[in-house]
């Protein structure tokens, strides 16, 4: 029986497709999620190698915090080098498997190498007594459900599954690494999208990690006083102000607000608002849990936002869960199709093939604008994304994103920056959204630092987006998730009871500066400069609004601001994510 006690880090050498446990460094010791990715991936992955071959590096980091009772804290940090963007990626993903990784002593699992036969298909099997690599081609170019519904009937019924579907094996830069979620069945529904992270662990022959924690305790702190601060924490959050409607309903039920300040964009972004918002706002969901069920849940054990949709079908049958606000307005507004019942079935399609749906519903945006396929054309569109799975030419395009798409159609209107699409949140209103697109290693990506308030003063640009990248990147550090909406100052006592040595709201935010200079610096190794932090062109042409304009203008000065670290001020401690 391994000692949990210890701290350890898993190496997977796929080219061997052996294994080995090694004692966590200490000089990790305050690193977890996404500041333990960029340190790894800084350490020791080349940046100039090919994203899709063996000098690439896939690793899979929990939150510190994760394993804990802290509450929501369970989140897992998917990394490598991004197949889309050429740059460092993470990609934060609730589900079980980041709680059952540290659960069982696991601070990181680093994956080197790849197999030389690339038709080979292989697992990882996580236990508490040993890790060992298994064959697995009789799962190769299975889906992500039917996939799970197989390996559940192998691994003991409290495993929890990371995998990949055809868009990660066919290493198309699109493709997500799907986690389980926490319902009894196990859903693939919970998805590190971003950058094509799926690709890299399909690069590896990597079809799945099945990790089996059974009833593995939660992980203790060194400081008992940690238990008092989760309890009282979990009190105040049940009983104070954030529990109303957001995020109580999930992210699906912005979309009216969203459109009200032009950030629902419509038909590939020509426009900020769409005609169909009604049809298409997540509060449609929550209306049909009265008569479908379904319903709202937590996504990972100990989750106490519960912010996930279940949603069903007519039938009453279970559909898809977490349909988010980013889905219903990339796969839906952007592409002008008008019902949210649509958009679940892409949701479902996209979560089986295993893709990122922002960038897939970008990729559908511009073909679409490019002559493609009528806009609106649901059918059209789903039609597209079994072409994905099915690895036909166009299918190939789609799910390489959007600027493969705009490539290959010779289409101006392309919205991305450093080869990511931009997601929902738009940077002609939300100019500090902008700039941390702009400045973000990840690309377009806003959860590295969403700032939503269209009247901020020009001013504030770069220093908002600076503090929102800074909290980000401690709160995806952290495990804790984002819609927790934890601050730095609350972070930070979880963390000092938990580690049982006293850390400051100065060295916490130190910490989150830290993991932002690691992946800028991976990236200027991998050969990225000021001309990469450029917003798409069609952002500063095409014009939304009506009574009040609303356009890509913030100098290239003031976006670069953002590199150089301001004074420290009150407000990045007070301020929560967006
Ligand atoms: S808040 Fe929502 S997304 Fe986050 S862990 Fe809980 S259910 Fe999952």
Known sequence: MADRTQDRLIRVDM????????????????????????????????PTCDPLEAENIFVLAPGLLAGSSAPTSGRLSVGGKSPLTGG??????????????????????????????????????????????????????????????????????????????????????????????????????????????????????????????????ARKPVDKNFFQLS??????????????????????????????????????????????VDTLDGMRIVESFETRGGGMHNCLTGCIVKCSNIVHDANGEYKTSGLEFETLTMLGSNCAIAHWEDVADLDRLCDDVGLD????????????????????????????????????????????????VGRLKNHHRVPSVKGQAIPAWDPRPLKAAGVTYCTSAMGADH?????????????EFARTSQESQILNAVVDSSGFCQFLMPNIVEIGEFYSTFLGESITREEMADMGWQCLEDEWEFNRRAGFGPEDDKMAPCMAEDVIGDEVKFVWDVPDDVVASAYERFEVREELFEMRPS
């Not at 105040?236 to 109303?244: C, I, K, N, R, Y």
């Not at 959860?447 to 001013?459: C, R, S």
Request: a negative charge; glycine letters at 14%; proline letters at 5%.
């Open 231 to 276: 309890k009282k924490y979990t009190r105040e959050f049940v009983a104070g102000p954030g529990q109303e409607p957001f995020p109580k309903w999930g992210t699906s039920v912005i979309c009216e607000e969203a459109n009200s300040i032009y950030t629902f964009p419509y038909k590939n972004r020509v426009e900020g608002r769409s005609p169909d």
């Open 447 to 459: 959860t590295a630092g969403l700032v939503v308030d269209p009247g901020m003063a020009p001013e």
């Open 357 to 404: 749906t922002i960038e897939t519903g970008a990729a559908i945006g511009v073909y679409m604008d490019a002559g493609g396929m009528e806009f609106g054309d649901a059918e059209g569109a789903k039609r597209l994304v079994r072409e994905i799975a099915e690895g036909t030419e166009i299918g190939r395009a789609i799910g390489n994103g959007a600027v493969t």
């Open 15 to 46: 080219t061997r497709q052996s294994v080995s446990v090694e004692s966590f460094p200490d000089k990790w010791k305050r690193l977890g999620g996404r500041g333990l990715s960029a340190r790894i991936l800084l350490e020791e992955c080349d």
């Open 88 to 217: 460092i990626k993470e990609a934060n993903v609730g589900g079980d498997a980041g709680q059952d990784l540290m659960k069982l002593g696991y601070r990181a699992v680093i994956v080197t190498g790849k197999p030389a036969d690339p038709d080979l298909r292989f697992g990882l099997v996580v236990s508490a007594d040993e890790v060992t690599v298994v064959a697995a081609d009789e799962h190769k170019g299975k889906w992500n459900y039917p996939l799970i519904e197989d390996l559940a009937q192998v691994y003991s019924g409290k495993a929890s599954f990371v995998s990949i579907g055809p868009a990660g094996e066919l290493l198309l830069a699109g493709a997500s690494v799907a986690c389980t979620d926490h319902s009894q069945e196990r859903h693939p529904a919970r998805h590190a999208g971003r950058g094509g992270l799926g690709a890299v662990m399909g690069s590896k022959g990597l079809k799945f990690f099945a990790i089996e924690a059974g009833g593995t305790p």
